[in-house]
Structure formats: structure tokens, C-alpha cells
């Protein structure tokens, strides 16, 4: 069976859900999430190193949706827009958790497993020498990516990060990837 | 040379690239989705300045957010100030931070690491 989106969508949806979307990932849209989650961050009262972490997680996590989203073919448009992507954040009691998933294909899925196999075996130092390698020797695509997004995010959360691959079809897998963000830092 | 102004949004940081004074300032976020786009007059400012630099520069980045799109671009305008101060003058580079945003800290310490201009860590206390 086919992994079903709009079910794990509404799975994540309980708890204390402080933002989530499903839809087109747009500049627009990320700066209304932005905008959302900073003011929401407000009321909760977090403590500055808190909200700067997680609304660093959170632009490097939409905009790696925004870069490196694949234009899903026809047959697909119609049950889901062309830059599909869908967002969590939930406020859980020791962190934040900053849920992303989207379409991938299939032949482009090894590459980022191995990728972030490679951060996730990494220690502090060696991401942060990874991090200057690449900010230092990587030019950036003409979509704008830098290849930086996932070795800032697991710098700043000093976490593993988590994912899965749903297949879909025989084209697409759904990627997820999950980010946490302690409170105690 | 004519200054470089340029207001702050939600998402870029305002500008002011003074040529009369040798005085750079970057504040405030920068992430935009695309990074080039924003960072090419600045880039280009500065290879203008760096024909007739003043004898000291002073450069001061106060940046409350930046991505990492942002912090390719923001290289390169550092590596046109490396340019600047490998000739006759002096360049300095005030990065700011705010009070107990170690990560900030620690990106301003990563720029210092590859780039060869005296670097200053000035901490914001509110």
C-alpha cells in the first residue's frame, strides 16, 4: 500500500501544535510561518537562545523545502499543489519538534540518506569543519541552496536528525525529516 | 563615491555603505530565499571602493538572524574587504551579538577563522 500523506498529516496534528501547514511552500508562505511562530514563541514566553534557535531550524527547514522541492508531474497536481510540502511544529514539554516532509524521487533518495547519515555520525568539531568546508569551497546553486541548510540545522540543535523515506509509488517516496530543539541547552 | 543605502526588511537587513567615512554597516535579519539577488550591489559597491579605500575602515555586521544562503553571500563581501586590507589599509570587522547567542558568536568566530581581516566580538547588553 501506497504511504498515505493526508493520514500521517492529520496524525501529527495532536498535541500542542504551535504551527502546521500542507500546501505549496512559497517565499510567502514562509514568512507567514515565520511570523506565526515568532509571535507565538512570544506568548510562551521562551527564553531568547530558545526562540533564536528554532526560528534558525525553521527558516534553514522551509527553505530547504523551497530549494530542493521537486515539480510534481500532472497526474499529481491534482490532489497536491506542484511545490507540496507540509510543516509541524509542536511544543512538547523539554522541546520543540519541527516536523517537514515532501516528495523526493526515488533516485535522488540515497544521496540524501547518505548525506544525512554522514552529519548524523558527526561529532561538534566535525560539523563545524564540514560547515567552513563547504560555506568556504561550495558556490551557491542558481536556486539559491547552499548545500549548508542540514549541517546548520544539526549544528544549532546539537540533535540527530531523524527521517524516514514512505514510498509513495514507483517514482516518489515522501521524505521526512524531524528536528528537535531542547529547551535545556 | 556615492553611499550605499538600503532599508531594512523582514527579511534582508538595512545597508549603509559609507565612502566618505569608510564606514560599512549590515543590520538586522538576513534570510532571504535568494541571497545573490540582495548581495550583488553590495559586492559590487565595495570592488568600486576598494580601487580608492579610505586608510581605515571600519565595518560593522549586527545581524539578529542570517541563513545560510545569506552566509555564502556574506563571505564574499568579507573576502572584498580581505582584498582591501591585504593593500595599503586598514580594514576592521565589528561582529556583534547579542547577549548569550553563542551561535552568533561562533559564526563570527568561523568568518574570522577563513577570512584575514582583524575581527572584533563586541557582545550587545540589553
Known amino acids: ?185 | 563615491m556615492e553611499a550605499l543605502s538600503i532599508e531594512g526588511t523582514a527579511k534582508t537587513p538595512s545597508v549603509k555603505f559609507d565612502g566618505q567615512e569608510g564606514v560599512i554597516e549590515i543590520k538586522g535579519r538576513s534570510i532571504p530565499e535568494n541571497s545573490i539577488e540582495f548581495y550583488k550591489p553590495l559586492v559590487e559597491w565595495l570592488e568600486e571602493y576598494s580601487g580608492t579605500p579610505l586608510d581605515l575602515t571600519q565595518v560593522n555586521v549586527q545581524l539578529e538572524y542570517f541563513n545560510t544562503s545569506s552566509s555564502k553571500c556574506i563571505l564574499d563581501v568579507f573576502k572584498k574587504l580581505e582584498a582591501i586590507h591585504k593593500g595599503k589599509s586598514e580594514v576592521i570587522i565589528n561582529w556583534y551579538y547579542e547577549e548569550d547567542d553563542e551561535d552568533m558568536l561562533e559564526a563570527g568566530e568561523d568568518y574570522e577563522s577563513i577570512i584575514r581581516v582583524p575581527f572584533k566580538m563586541i557582545e550587545i547588553v540589553e
Open chain 1, 1 to 185: 500500500m501506497s504511504f498515505d500523506v493526508n493520514e500521517y498529516y492529520s496524525k501529527l496534528n495532536g498535541g500542542d501544535i504551535v504551527m502546521s501547514f500542507k500546501g505549496n511552500i512559497s517565499s510567502e508562505l514562509i514568512s507567514n510561518v515565520l511570523e506565526v511562530v515568532e509571535s507565538k514563541m512570544d506568548e510562551y514566553n521562551e527564553s531568547s537562545k530558545i526562540r533564536k534557535k528554532v526560528y534558525n531550524v525553521l527558516v534553514e527547514s522551509l527553505q530547504n523545502l523551497y530549494h530542493h522541492i521537486e515539480e510534481l508531474p500532472d497526474e499529481m497536481n491534482k490532489e497536491y499543489e506542484s511545490k507540496f510540502g507540509i510543516l509541524v511544529v509542536r511544543r512538547e514539554e523539554n522541546m520543540y519538534k519541527i516536523s517537514t516532509g515532501n516528495f523526493i524521487s526515488q533516485g535522488k533518495v540515497d544521496v540524501l540518506r547518505n548525506k544525512i547519515d554522514k552529519i548524523n555520525s558527526m561529532g561538534k568539531e566535525e560539523l563545524k569543519d564540514m560547515y567552513k568546508f563547504i560555506l568556504n569551497h561550495q558556490r551557491l546553486s542558481e536556486k539559491g541552496g547552499g548545500g549548508l541548510g542540514l549541517v546548520d540545522i544539526a549544528r544549532k540543535t546539537g540533535n540527530q536528525l531523524e527521517y524516514t523515506f514512505e514510498k509513495f509509488d514507483d517514482i516518489y517516496y515522501f521524505f521526512i525529516l524531524d528536528v528537535y530543539i531542547d529547551f535545556s541547552q
